[in-house]
């Protein structure tokens, strides 16, 4: 692998997402520093990296040289200072408080090297009203990853109006580098862009469970024994496109109609999420509730990702 733009990266938050973030970020050819006001819990994320590397190592997916060559890759430090020393890129995971993401940003901002990037996990809020009003401004970012970053590739970046646009650049071209794929968001919207798309997901898939149209496993069947193979491989307007032999455009003369009318069915509502709907749905899915079965489910996920990613990338779209 090249060299990557920034030799050393720092995490501020090692929780679910910072943690995976240090496994992104060796794999680009860095060095990572951790910081976290928890010290315990830098380093709980440390134990989960070597841990988890291990997993890696024994399935397959890891070499054993790139986990000798990581293995002193990742450090912790107890003091933000220290942690930021040498980083040109500072990966934020702090929790989603506007807040405390003020803070964060202003601490990040006294203390981080001079020409640092400042990026942001925030899932919803916006770096304007987090990073805005800090006198480096113009090297902070929100770059958004999905869970667990060092799994899914997505990464969704959205610069302030201070934001310099080579700030924006350079962690495209860094984040790239790592494995990630970015998106650029044109404005602010509140959820970006998978979040709002799950969202709607959500709402429907909770009404048709709750109104009894069918049980919770055929309604995820539908999405994953349908839809998502779809999508994993062409997206929502490309499988618009190839269902009507002209595309698109073909598509849409021949079903707007019919969409037109699902649309204007959709349940305005959000849903209750309330206990009894979400126990059933867990039964219904056969998904136990304990940590030790999520932690078990979510670890077979992980790497029925990486046998798709690999898969995708070496059949590329003709
Ligand atoms: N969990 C997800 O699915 C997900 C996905 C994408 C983005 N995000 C975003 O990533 C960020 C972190 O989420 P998470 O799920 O890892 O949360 P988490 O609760 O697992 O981790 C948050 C970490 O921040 C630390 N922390 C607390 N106060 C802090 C401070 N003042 N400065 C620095 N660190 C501090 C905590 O000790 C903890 O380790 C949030 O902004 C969240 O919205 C989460």
């Not at 430090?77 to 934020?92: F, I, N, P, S, T």
């Not at 799950?198 to 309604?219: P, Y």
Request: with cysteine; hydrophobic share 40%.
């Amino acid at each position: 692998m090249s060299k990557p733009i920034f030799e050393t990266a720092a995490l501020v938050g090692t929780g679910v997402i910072g943690r995976s973030w240090a496994r992104v970020f060796v794999r680009g050819g860095c060095r990572v520093r951790l910081y976290d006001p928890d010290p315990g819990q830098a380093r709980r994320a440390l134990h989960w990296f070597h841990e988890d590397v291990a997993l890696d190592v024994r399935e397959g997916f890891v070499t054993r040289a790139d986990e000798a060559l990581w293995r002193d890759r990742v450090t912790v430090h107890d003091d933000m200072r220290d942690a930021l020393k040498g980083a040109g890129y500072v990966q934020e995971s702090g929790p989603e408080r506007l807040d405390l993401k003020r803070a964060i940003y202003e601490a990040m901002d006294r203390t981080a090297e001079p020409g640092a990037i400042l990026a942001s996990s925030t899932s919803a809020l916006d770096v304007n009203e987090f990073a805005g009003a800090v006198p480096g401004a113009w090297r902070c970012i929100t770059a958004h990853p999905v869970n667990p970053p060092h799994i899914v590739p997505l990464v969704e970046i959205q610069s302030s109006a201070a934001t310099k646009p080579e700030v924006q650049e350079k962690t495209i071209a860094f984040l790239t580098h790592c494995g990630q794929k970015p998106v650029v968001l044109k404005r602010y919207i509140n959820g970006f862009l998978l979040n709002r798309i799950q969202a709607a997901v959500v709402r429907e898939a909770f009404h048709l469970a709750e109104s009894g149209v069918a049980d919770a496993e055929a309604i995820d069947s539908a999405i994953k024994d349908g839809l998502a193979l779809r999508w994993a491989f062409i997206g929502n307007f490309g499988t618009n496109h190839l269902n009507a032999p002209k595309g698109i455009a073909q598509y849409f003369a021949r079903f707007a109609d019919a969409y037109r009318s699902m649309i204007g069915d959709l349940r305005n509502e959000p849903p209750a999420f309330d206990k009894d709907t979400l126990g059933r749905i867990a039964r219904e899915i056969g998904m136990g509730e304990s940590e030790e079965e999520v932690k078990r489910l979510s670890q077979w996920r992980d790497r029925m990702i990486l046998r798709l990613k690999a898969l995708k990338k070496d059949h590329p779209r003709p």
